[in-house]
Nanobody, 115 residues
Framework: QVQLVESGGGLVQAGGSLRLSCATS????????MGWYRQAPGNQRELVAS???????NYADSVKGRFTISRDNAKNTMYLQMNSLKPEDTAVYYC?????????WGQGTQVTVSS
């Protein structure tokens, strides 16, 4: 069983920054791909950014140039650096990982951006 624990959410003003962390219960090299998703009230969960085991990153168009996904292999932790935050970034952010056909989710962390 894989556990993913997010942290770093909170309330920030528009234009501010936050860094989310996702700590995993096993080696980060175990995962084929890891990513951050978000879900705002009334909306479907959407992919924000992902990173493969080889280090290839992918971003939603809405966050390109503002968000950066990264990982610390020694700490088994993935990060999402969020800069120039906008009110429309307000959502619950979830950590996600895949090993083969198995998919794992964290419990989510709330990010609220005030205007």
């Amino acid at each position: 069983q894989v556990q993913l624990v997010e942290s770093g959410g909170g309330l920030v003003q528009a234009g501010g920054s936050l860094r989310l962390s996702c700590a995993t219960s096993r080696s980060i090299f175990s995962f084929n791909v890891m990513g951050w998703y978000r879900q705002a009230p009334g909306n479907q969960r959407e992919l924000v950014a992902s990173i493969t085991s080889g280090g290839t990153t992918n971003y939603a168009d809405s966050v390109k140039g503002r968000f950066t996904i990264s990982r610390d292999n020694a700490k088994n932790t993935m990060y999402l650096q969020m800069n120039s935050l906008k009110p429309e970034d307000t959502a619950v952010y979830y950590c996600n990982s895949k090993i083969g056909w198995d998919v794992y989710w964290g419990q989510g962390t709330q990010v609220t951006v005030s205007s």
